[in-house]
């Protein structure tokens, strides 16, 4: 299930977070305006894939042989969808045969060291039984009361049999042996847990990536590198990937687990892809297009996704796009452009929702026009106030109201609407357009009829929703970090209105950040303009903000164009 205002989707009981959902859109619209992905170079990549996991899969007449697979993935890896990812899978299996190899050497230096050992104790046991003490048999003298021995006891030399210094190196060889042995012992568990978190980490990658072919591919290459049975993944417990098994189902995850999970995205994304094609076939646009975005979230890479015909993506795309507009003009209240909309989708997908829209559009137009026929009836009585103040209710409810032009007519002399008129052309002498804007459903009534206050005034408008607009993007970028993208933007707007108060405060909170940044481009620019002109030292500056923030356009606009300066395209 596809929960877009929760950003997640939910599979087999696990909830996977699909980050920013706006880049989730952007993907999806830029996804239906490409070309699906059915040439020969894809229909090849994909045979491989199947091929791959076919070989490696448990159910292979004779059994999986990982060589085999193993070979196909470099041919695989050069396919540009595949972003090299089969490359690293490849490295990933290698490495963890040169492991296995490692653990194997230390495995038979085990063995050898305890053939060793076995070889000393017998010859210490030997030793032990054979060598006999040169004083055995002779006594110490323990004289009596009569002079004559009262007991023989033996004669000790600490130099012979069990008490000499080479059944103790016996001794100390033996211990050493069983020190080297625990010692090998552990760094043949640590070697192996190592390689496998290391493995593991490109597994969790690709299946949060929803890379779930390359997830299987690797989970069946895991279970014959490793055969010891032990599949669980090594993971803080603590992490988003954890939870996403132990809150959601309870349990540790494995290697099996990403294995399953993997498989059930494969069948839910071929399932939504069915379910998109018999919707689409009913002129069902509206389910069909949620069908396909959630396909897309969850399996973007997958066949079915990426070969969709362009035709059927392309009136997914018209609908999407109207729709959005929809949108668009219900926060704007141009409800006569929703209208046409509404009943432009009405004509094209016959699932459309649209008892929300036409309500809004209903209620808030009779809103707009009782506000209006209220301010007719306070016109009339002289309480020019009370009519301002029903009028400024009906613009705000319903800003393009064509009855708005019938009051207009009523109020062209009243006081009021003479104040407000006057102050639009004092504001714009002043150049005080915020104060305009934030003004404008009390003024926009006072001045229509009058062809270069209008366009005055929509000019405003424009030039105050392009500012602000450009500040939220702006705040987006600083929010993740990108303030030399942030800046840039805000600069290429300064040039258009270098007196917006608003617009400079934003640029001098920035500059701090983007200090290194600015001074390139001052400098670059310096250089530039000088006469002569200095071309190098220009380019080497704006070549140092690119370097600085790659993505400049500021820098790069400046670069080709010195460039082009001094190797012309004409080549003269």
Avoid at 183 to 204: D, F, P, S
Wanted: some cysteine; overall charge neutral.
């Amino acid at each position: 299930m596809l929960d877009p205002t929760a950003e997640t989707i939910t599979i087999g009981g696990v909830t996977i977070p699909l980050g920013d959902n706006r880049l989730l859109k952007a993907r999806f619209e830029k996804y239906l305006s490409q070309s699906p992905e059915n040439n020969e170079a894809a229909v090849k990549y994909h045979k491989i894939i199947d091929g791959i996991l076919a070989t490696v899969s448990p159910f292979k007449t004779g059994g999986p042989d990982l060589a085999v697979a193993f070979k196909q993935l470099p041919a695989a890896s050069s396919y540009p969808g595949d972003a090299n990812l089969c490359g690293t899978l490849a490295e990933a299996v290698y490495m963890s045969m040169l492991a296995q190899q490692d653990i194997a050497g230390l495995k038979n230096l085990n063995l050898s060291i305890e053939e060793e050992k076995k070889a000393i104790i017998l010859r210490g046991d030997w030793e032990a039984r054979q060598a006999k003490d040169k004083t055995l048999g002779e006594v110490k003298a323990a004289n009596g009361k009569d002079g004559k021995p009262t007991q023989p006891a033996p004669a000790t030399n600490p130099g012979s049999g069990v008490n000499s210094l080479d059944y103790a190196n016996v001794l100390r060889r033996i211990a050493e042996i069983e020190a080297l042995k625990k010692t090998n012992i552990a760094r043949t568990e640590a070697q192996t847990l190592r390689t496998k978190a290391q493995y593991q980490v490109n597994m969790v990658q690709w299946f949060m990536q929803r890379r779930y072919e390359h997830v299987l591919m690797a989970a069946r290459f895991y279970n014959q590198i490793w055969k010891d049975g032990d599949t669980t993944l090594r993971i803080d417990k603590d992490s988003d990937v954890a939870k996403l098994f132990s809150e959601s189902l309870g349990v540790t995850p494995t290697v099996s687990s990403l294995d399953s999970l993997a498989n059930e995205a494969i069948r839910e994304t071929t399932k939504y892809i069915e379910a998109f094609d018999l919707m689409l076939s009913r002129n069902e646009l509206h389910s069909a297009s949620e069908r396909l975005m959630e396909a897309f979230a969850l399996g973007e890479y997958l066949a079915p996704v990426a070969t969709l015909p362009l035709e059927k993506k392309q009136r997914v795309a018209t609908y999407i796009h109207d729709l959005h507009e929809l949108y668009d003009t219900l926060q704007a209240r141009d409800y006569t452009k929703t209208i046409e909309l509404a009943a432009k989708l009405k004509a094209a997908a016959k699932d459309f929702p649209s008892s929300k829209v036409d309500s809004a559009i209903a209620g808030y137009t009779l809103a707009s026009d009782l506000a209006i026929e209220e301010a007719k009836a306070h016109l009339l009585s002289k309480n020019s106030e009370l009519a301002a103040e029903k009028i400024r209710t009906a613009a705000e409810i319903w800003p393009s109201n064509p009855k708005l032009a019938e009051f207009k007519a009523m109020v062209s002399g009243a006081s009021v609407m003479v104040t407000a008129r006057n102050d639009f052309d004092r504001l714009l002498a002043e150049g005080n357009f915020r104060e305009i804007v934030r003004r404008q459903y009390e003024i926009a009534p006072t001045i229509q009829g009058d062809a270069k206050r209008e366009e005055a005034f929509k000019q405003i408008v424009t030039n105050l929703t392009k500012i602000e607009t450009a500040l939220s993007k702006a705040a987006e970028f600083s929010k993740i970090g990108q303030n030399y993208a942030a800046w840039e933007q805000l600069a290429e707007l300064r040039e258009s209105f270098p007196d917006d108060p608003k617009l400079g405060r934003e640029l001098e909170l920035l500059a701090p950040k983007v200090a290194d940044f600015t001074r390139a481009l001052d400098k670059a620019k310096q250089f530039e303009n000088r006469t002569p002109k200095q071309i190098g030292s220009a380019i080497s500056w704006y070549l140092k903000a690119r370097s600085i923030y790659p993505q400049s356009t500021l820098a790069e606009s400046g670069s080709k164009r010195l460039t082009e300066e001094v190797l012309p395209a004409d080549g003269k």
